[in-house]
């Protein structure tokens, strides 16, 4: 019964170059929630999808950062031509469908560390 | 615009101490609040969650209370120990799929 995963655990990346990071949901979760902590910072909301769609992105930055959730496969967070300040851990969250958004815990993953040199 | 404090933003007790952490918020109108774990390098463990119209949850050594009235909510551990040593976080749902998280307080129970 696996549980939120996300990979890789670890992305060093030059300025400028591509970073995509990738979770996959609970089994029974359609519901994608990804999260980024700065250091001694909370979580702060990114991006809230279901599949095949982009419910809630108003935590996304305008530019460089986007996100899918295809119908199948991992829901992708990607950003491009990434700085130092994107550095920071990216952390995935799901929750099963509407019925049970509010009712149930959010479950996240260990996430990823993203390291901009 | 919700806002979720924790205080204190560090704590240190010895072994076997009954400790309280606080959490409040800005805006009444939440869905329900939750309490986190998160262990150094780790993701975060849910440990309680409180729906709105509930005032308290307890689980083993945990009880977390909500005053919504108030912006409040508080974990208790009772007999703390070593393994209890992380980063506790307070997130509201407000709504939208949208959940607001508080900075965390870091834990540290000495042996």
């Known amino acids: 019964n696996a549980g939120v995963m996300q990979n890789p655990r670890h992305l060093v990346r030059r300025r400028g170059q591509e970073a995509r990071l990738r979770c996959s949901p609970m089994k029974g979760h359609s519901h994608v929630y990804w999260y980024r902590q700065l250091p001694e910072e909370g979580l702060k909301f990114m991006v809230y999808?279901?599949?095949?769609?982009?419910?809630?992105e108003s935590g996304m930055p305008k530019e460089r950062f986007s996100a899918e959730f295809p119908k199948e496969g991992p829901s992708i967070l990607r950003i491009q031509q990434v700085v130092r300040g994107d550095s920071a851990a990216y952390f995935c969250?799901?929750?099963?469908?509407?019925?049970?958004?509010?009712?149930?815990?959010?479950?996240f993953g260990n996430g990823t560390r993203l390291t901009v040199t | 615009k919700q806002e979720v404090t924790q205080i204190p933003a560090a704590l240190s007790v010895p072994e076997g101490e009954n400790l309280v952490l606080n959490c409040s918020f800005t805006d009444s109108a939440i869905y329900n609040l939750q309490w986190f774990r998160q262990d150094p390098g780790k993701g975060l463990t849910s440990l309680l969650l409180?729906?709105?119209?509930?005032r308290e949850q307890t689980s083993g050594r945990l009880n977390a209370s909500l005053d919504k009235s108030s912006g409040r909510s508080t974990l208790y551990i009772a007999a703390s120990q070593p393994g209890d040593s992380a980063t506790y976080l307070c997130?509201?749902?407000?709504?939208?799929?949208?959940?607001?998280f508080g900075a965390g307080t870091r834990l540290f129970v000495k042996a």
């Open positions: 969250a799901s929750s099963p469908g509407v019925s049970g958004g509010r009712d149930s815990p959010l479950h």
């Open positions: 409180i729906q709105s119209s509930q």
């Open positions: 997130a509201v749902d407000v709504g939208g799929f949208k959940t607001i």
């Open positions: 999808l279901q599949k095949e769609n982009i419910i809630d």
